[in-house]
């Protein structure tokens, strides 16, 4: 079956770094765009950002958080930068093979457990 495992979470200060990588299975990943959502406590999960070929953000995180992938890895990564107490939520990775509107939630086949990241101030 298909898995998507996320790690690198964590603690860390306002202005900090964080690289979350998502390690996937049981699908051909260079097939799926990949999208990296959040959700903070008591707010709906919101996009990211998203990569087939090339990334996209949404604007909160435009210039801040970079998605990269590697197919030979199966591992699609979300490097941010510049974090913001309002940054903190589960970070979830998620697959989509059919592509129809990769910054919503409901176009994603497959889900990830989510990590924690928390930004304080």
């Known amino acids: 079956q298909v898995q998507l495992v996320e790690s690198g979470g964590g603690l860390v200060q306002a202005g900090g770094s964080l690289r979350l990588s998502c390690a996937a299975s049981g699908l051909t990943f260079s097939l799926y765009a990949m999208g990296w959502f959040r959700q903070a406590p008591g707010k709906e999960r919101e996009f990211v950002a998203a990569?087939?070929?090339?990334?996209v953000y949404a604007d909160s995180v435009k210039g801040r958080f970079t998605i990269s992938r590697d197919n030979a890895k199966y591992t699609v990564y979300l490097q941010m930068t510049s974090l913001k107490p309002v940054d903190t939520a589960i970070y979830f990775c998620?697959?989509?093979?059919?592509?129809?509107?990769?910054?919503?939630?409901?176009?994603?086949?497959?889900w990830g457990q989510g990590t924690q990241v928390t930004v304080s101030s």
């Open positions: 998620a697959a989509d093979y059919r592509g129809s509107g990769l910054d919503y939630v409901s176009a994603y086949e497959y």
């Open positions: 990569i087939r070929s090339t990334g």
